[in-house]
């Protein structure tokens, strides 16, 4: 099975920066598209950023110049650098993977979620 770990969530003041960071561990064999998603209270989930395999990027226009989303295919790791954070950005931020790994000596396909990481935007 698969596993994905977030880190890098906390409490910022308006303008700051963070930080987010999603490692998948396992049984991979590869990791296609990549994402960041995000809940707010009373919200539903929403795509933040995408990147895929290659290194394309998708952004949510709310998002756009704000946050850039990065991965590192050796370290099967995502990243979400957030930039002139606002309190509307406040919510659990959540990766999301999708992976190929072996289930014995099977080969299967499936789409992950993190656990997810709150980022909370106050003065």
């Known amino acids: 099975q698969v596993q994905l770990v977030e880190s890098g969530g906390g409490l910022v003041q308006p303008g700051g920066s963070l930080r987010l960071s999603c490692a998948a561990s396992?049984?991979?064999?590869?990791?296609?598209?990549m994402g960041w998603y995000r809940q707010a209270p009373g919200k539903q989930r929403e795509l933040v950023a995408g990147?895929?395999?290659?290194?394309?990027?998708n952004y949510a226009d709310s998002v756009e110049g704000r946050f850039t989303i990065s991965r590192d295919n050796a370290k099967n790791t995502v990243y979400l650098q957030i930039n002139s954070l606002k309190p509307e950005d406040t919510a659990v931020y959540y990766c999301?993977?999708?992976?190929?790994?072996?289930?014995?000596?099977?080969?299967?396909?499936?789409?992950?979620w993190g656990q997810g990481t709150q980022v909370t935007v106050a003065s």
């Open positions: 999301n993977a999708d992976v190929s790994y072996w289930r014995g000596s099977s080969r299967r396909r499936n789409d992950y």
């Open positions: 396992g049984s991979i064999i590869n990791i296609y598209a």
């Open positions: 990147i895929t395999s290659g290194g394309s990027t």
